[in-house]
């Protein structure tokens, strides 16, 4: 804090309209208006001792920067969960807010003569507005998503919109509690600018550390954004209720206690109905057929179907993970190319549905599979689920299948070298940004090495005919990387949700209809073909597999560069 002998900078007197008319700071603070429970020296009558006052604005913008921090990080979940992991739309929320917080500012200069009344104001608004941005947006994503034309991009619009709202609202509580602390007492402006930037850091260190690890996984995204506008609103309006309640009109007391009052309903409702409001939202994203909807340490699992004869459908975080219409297409085409040669042991990378480590099981000779799946909580339902374990044919409760919980790539750093005969990675779409490592030159070198001796790698890469670049990308990966490939793609997925990084509803132009994959050595080029000794299959022949070779090698995009760890090539 400020010695409280600071001297004040020189400079003319600086004066402002109050309740009682203008008030004035320099020599006349220790005059007649410095009367009552606050200190001689203060600008304005305060309820209670100087330095108290000064503590408790500080405290203030505490809490508000922990929440605006909040509003932030809440907009940008909102715009990977809802519309798609994509770092250039992240890119835009942040970048959009932080110019409109400089907006904001320069904006909120001319409310400096009505400091008290401004920021409580501001502070209703942004709680009101950041408070219900989560149950807006996910609220027009579900209703309006699929309306296309005019309206296809709606949502994104929308998001953007919210983070220029908050972002202003934001942008203008500093310059305000800057007036607010300087009639409390006056000082020099670095150390009141040193006083608010300390608390407002702080602040948003708190609120940055407490959305993952508070907010998020206790309460969720729609809960956690309404207590954080609840407690913004109460904070803002005590501060100027309470500290500055001389500085506002009785009038002005009247409106600001009634706006907060509205607020604090508004978002108290929204909070008793939010479970009803989630079962609606997902009815109207997945039909009416949701019957499971957890959200785990890692994501949000949901499984529809899977009675009465529908199919089965796993989404994560709102991505299609397998439809069972046509989850039996994709696994055998992963799976069956990679098992001709020795198999005894295999490693699954991602797969923790079990559906990968099905088909591996359906060949004799196999001893060992491990299964490195980073979710628990699809792991758990693959096992406990009745539908999801009779789909999998309970492969994951196998005594030769090995389960193990961690991340892929961690887990290949410390992996046995030439442990394994096959390794299939069955992982997200590359264009997923938590999925681009792995989808790198590193990771791949890692999987070169617990490769034995003729051994084979097959690896998911997306849709061939949507994303041809991607899927080349990676072809082009697995080559720095010192392996051999030969790419193939199977078409027959069934329309609907996409599985790669954009989210769109069922009917949406860019669903994928093709999936493509590549099989890579280390010291021979591969050739996919079906192990004559291994199970008969419904999808997949040696003639099929020779023509998708065919049409996979027909998109090609030569010339591409590997993807690495600083540098990731795949579109989002």
Known sequence: M?????????GPAQTWDGPDG????GPLADGPLADGPGDAGSVVPLPVRQGTGRWLVLAGVFVCAACGLVYELELVALATYLMGDSIAQTSVVLSVMV?????GSLAAKRLRRHAAAGFGAIEAALALVGGGSAMALYA???????????????PRCLLVAFSLATGLLIGAEVPLLMELIQRIRRQDAGGAVADLSAADYVGALVGGLAFPFLLLPVLGQLTGALITGAVNAVVGGALVLGLFRHDLSRPARRLLLTANICVLTLLASAAVLVDDF??????????ADVRVAVHTDVQEVLLTGGRDGRPLNLFLDGRLRFSGRDELRYHEALVHPAMTGRHARVLVLGGGDGLAAREVLRHPGVRRVDVVALDPGVVRLARTDPALSRLNARSLDDPRVHVVTADAFDWLRTAPTAAYDVVVSDLPHPGITASTKLYAQ???GLARQVLAPGGRLVVHGGAVESRPRDFWTLDATLRAAGLRTTAYRVRGRQAGYAA????????GARAHRDWGFV???????????LDPAGPRLRTLTDASLAADVRAAERTRVAGLPPSTLVHPRYSD
Do not use: K, S
């Open 2 to 10: 400020i010695d409280r002998q600071a001297p004040v900078p020189p």
């Open 22 to 25: 203008p008030r004035a700071d």
């Open 99 to 103: 110019f409109a917080m400089g907006i």
């Open 140 to 154: 027009v994503f579900a209703w309006t998503g699929d309306w296309g034309g005019m309206w296809a991009d709606g």
């Open 278 to 287: 989630g079962r609606a939202a997902r009815h109207a994203l997945y039909g």
């Open 442 to 444: 590193e990771f791949y």
């Open 500 to 507: 790669g990084p954009d989210r769109r509803p069922p009917g």
């Open 519 to 529: 099989l890579a050595a280390d010291r021979h080029t591969p050739r996919p073909r």
